[in-house]
């Protein structure tokens, strides 16, 4: 079978690499089971336009690749071209279902007898399409925000004034959250409606949730209704924040199991009704103060930027998945990547947590506000891994290149007067400014709430740093136990000497000479000691060097 794949597009904030890590998977997945690939593709710098992937032994990419943007129009020519077999949708964002949508509109895949691979183009419109989309929920009783579907500036003014201000709009078809904001005044919304028409025919208008919990699932479905849910996510941040501006954590540490499973039968229940066959990622707004009070905010019937994470921090392929579904294989059938002795019909369970933090690059541009919110501004993000909250989001901020140690090392200081604002406005500044706020005690975890909404739990790990921080500034030795808390809560040996006065050199020998080393470290150690139970020792703990 000869596949065309729309590839990550052009290379701008809402799409390109984020998608790449996707079609790079699919295009494997493809290749070994005999297929012939075509990618559409415009951007260079990616790893699934290479034409020879380094460390992949007999392995090539893409058989062809077109350069050219991810439109219509040039689909279409290459299609004529060459004639593919099928069409792949789900890898390439929201640019590639916006073509595939246009091109069977158009009446092109069904001139050329292209079928399109797993989610069905109808399918795929029920969840782009908010009017349709609202509709379907309804039909299975699962809740949506109230809102009301425009096509028109008259119409949208007209449902403005029947949601109320403040309310939520949002573009259909949109990417990157484009379109999409609040409005508190109907002088504001005006503006912001005729700058969302001038790019999407829809207008969404939406009661106002914000201060609710934003969560998400990644859901796996198969031609056989085998249908589970990978891995959940939550924002560390309340609604009102583009997921890809937001701080996430997987999987969630805010939800009560009666939570968590509610949520996940409503997603199974959705996505079954929705037809889906692949991957796809639902997104909730909860009630902070009801927990059984909800609503689907959307679902997305491709792979998104969180199904990377995701894959990432679950160990769960979830793109390659996607594409064996494609090619008519069922969970059952498809063999875990892991272990390799299971299947992929499984829900991972996971004794660490990720956590993503956005990267900005706000200050390389003028007159552009720093707030954050529905739109998307961020040029790429890091994960890390840890065993708590306090370690993984530390190593997260070391990892973002901002010349930061952690949490309480902001690359701006903040006025006494600067943090009232800081905390109430969303943007790259906010989380040092919780974590100042927490230091220097100038407001309680009650009142950052307040002007945050953010989940009390996160602001009580926090205070666990800047507690822990504020001990080690007036320690006159570093006891052992005081720097083996320091180093579970994620501080560096660098931070730690600067707080304590000291230098690098001898954080590091100290704490070596205490054995307070990374857990690969005590595992090699432990390994070395008692090799009859080598291979025990890392599949229990790290899940990985099974040959060992």
Known sequence: MKILLLGSGALKIGEAGEFDYSGSQAIKTFKRAGHEVLLINPNIATVQTDPQWEGQKNFAGADKVFFLPVTPEFVEEIIAQENPDALALSFGGQTALNCGL??????????????????????????????????????I???????????????????????????????????????????????????????????????????????????EYEVVRDGADNCITVVNMENFDPLGIHTGESIVISPSMTLANREYQMLRTVALKTIRHLGIVGECNIQYALDPDDDQNYRVIEVNARLSRSSALASKASGYPLAAVAAEIMLDKTLPEIPNAITQKTTAFFEPSLDYMAVKIPRWDLQKFRKVSREISTEMKSVGEVMALGRNFPEAIQKAVRMLALGSEGVLDSPIKFEKQELESHLKTASPRRLFAVAEALYSGEFDIEAIWERTKIDRWFLQQLQRITDCARELDGA???????????????????????????????IRSVRKKAGIVPVTKQIDTLAAEFPAQTNYLYTTYLGEKNDV
Do not use: H, Y
């Open 141 to 215: 009783d699962v809740l949506t925000p109230r809102s009301i579907a425009t096509r028109s500036l008259e119409e949208a003014q007209k449902a403005a004034q029947k949601i109320g201000f403040p309310l939520i709009m949002r573009a259909g078809f949109a990417l990157g959250g484009q379109g999409s904001g609040f409005c508190e005044t109907p002088e504001q919304f005006e503006k912001k409606a005729r700058e969302a028409f001038s790019f999407s025919p829809q207008l969404l208008i939406e009661e106002d949730l914000r201060g609710w919990k934003e969560i």
């Open 102 to 139: 246009k091109l069977e509109e158009s009446g092109i895949l069904k001139k050329f007898n292209v079928k399109v691979l797993g989610t069905s183009v109808d399918a795929i419109r029920a969840t782009e399409d908010r009017e349709i989309f609202i509709q379907k929920l309804k039909e």
């Open 476 to 506: 006159k030795s570093l006891p052992v136990e005081l720097l083996k808390r320091a180093k579970l809560l994620g501080f560096s040996d660098n931070e730690i000497a600067r707080r304590t006065q000291t230098s690098f050199e001898e």
